[in-house]
């Protein structure tokens, strides 16, 4: 699987949009991304995943760039509830082969 | 949506002894598992892939006659650990692959706390 780097960490007021980003410069043609996060001491939530079209969902927004080296997450309007380390994975969607987690990013909403 | 349900969320153990975890996917048949554990600030480390009907694959480095996997169904599997020390302190958390072979993600339980003393 292709290696991601996210910024390890970020802060965003609350009520304004948090913008993730994640660079996957070596991702290759049948990988997808998908995001997790994980807030304090609970497992990781699924958020969303995409092949190359942006994708929406009722939590957050994909945005994935035409060459597909980069993606960003958007939470549209982050609540505090929203702090939490942010995983960006990228991914052959083989069945029975786990997810590989990364340090991931720390966002941390404030009030 | 797919649920996984893992029990209990916390336990507090002596050392020497051995503590069961259980994974459990509620709405869904999972031939495969997964176990991981996360140490204090890092990121999860997957320690040993589970299949239904046969022998658990470990990671390199991780003991499988202490962490003692069993996957005997389509919707449970369980995490031994056998002998308890103070090192084995962790987070452990388990997750489910939907059978339907998609690219959808995977479902995460919510983790057990394990704290030998």
Redesign the interface.
Known sequence: DAKTTQPTSMDCAEGRAANLPCNHSTISGNEYVYWYRQIHSQGPQYIIHGLKNNETNEMASLIITEDRKSSTLILPHATLRDTAVYYCIVRVPNYGQNFVFGPGTRLSVLP | GAV?S?HPSWVICKSGTSVKIECRSLDFQA??M?W?RQFPKQ????MA?S?EGSKATYEQGVEKDKFLINHASLTLSTLTVTSAHPEDSS?Y?C?A?P?T???????????T?LTVV
Do not use: P
């Open positions: 996984v893992q031939t495969t997964f991981y990121s999860l480390m997957l892939t299949n987070f958390i997750s692959a059978g072979g998609g690219n959808e993600g995977y479902t995460f339980g919510s983790g706390r």
